[in-house]
């Protein structure tokens, strides 16, 4: 889990469920296939974070890219 609603909101179905701390990295890169809802069936508010950037794909596909694009330069 790494939306940070499980810490923060405990009218939230996924409060108190383990979560990552990825809202407190200083960037963070979504891997996603589109922009439906996960598997909780509520929006993830780390996506709406100034830190967070989307990318929409498939995981593997776009992490190979993503390595790629960084051996390059």
Known sequence: MVNPVART?????I?????????KARNVIVIKRGQGAG???I?????????????YGDGQAAVSELIHAIKEI
Do not use: K
Request: cysteine-free; charged content about 15%.
């Open 9 to 13: 909101d405990p009218a939230s179905p």
């Open 15 to 23: 409060y108190s469920m383990p979560i990552l701390n990825a809202d």
């Open 39 to 41: 598997f909780s069936g």
């Open 43 to 55: 929006e993830n508010a780390l996506f709406f974070l100034d830190q967070t950037r989307m990318l």
